[in-house]
């Protein structure tokens, strides 16, 4: 099992920057991939980013240039910095490990959100 911890969520103007961490326990981290999802209201849950074991990263288009994913295997933690934030990113933010895939299917552990709000 792995446990999963998002924090950093918060209230922030259009344009502003955001950090959020996700704190892992359980089984051993590195041996998963890392993906950030969001889920905002009558939407459904889509893939943001995501990092493999070895640091290759990908990201959703919407997201590209602007979101930036990191992990540190040696404090269990995956970080999303978020810049140049648009009121269309508002959502709930999920940090989640299992295979690295766009797919939110192909993760086997999820936090329990954090809320991101951009006001205009």
């Known amino acids: 099992q792995v446990q999963l911890v998002e924090s950093g969520g918060g209230l922030v103007q259009a344009g502003g920057s955001l950090r959020l961490s996700c704190a892992a326990s359980?089984?051993?981290?590195?041996?998963?991939?890392l993906g950030w999802f969001r889920q905002a209201p009558g939407k459904e849950r889509e893939f943001v980013s995501a990092?493999?074991?070895?640091?290759?990263?990908t990201y959703a288009d919407s997201v590209q240039g602007r979101f930036t994913i990191s992990r540190d295997n040696a404090k269990n933690t995956v970080a999303l910095q978020m810049n140049k934030l648009k009121p269309e990113d508002t959502a709930v933010y999920y940090c989640?490990?299992?295979?690295?895939?766009?797919?939110?299917?192909?993760?086997?552990?999820w936090g329990q959100g954090t809320q991101v709000t951009v006001s205009s």
């Open positions: 359980g089984r051993t981290f590195i041996y998963y991939a």
């Open positions: 990092i493999s074991r070895s640091g290759t990263t």
């Open positions: 989640a490990a299992g295979r690295l895939s766009v797919r939110s299917n192909d993760y086997d552990y």
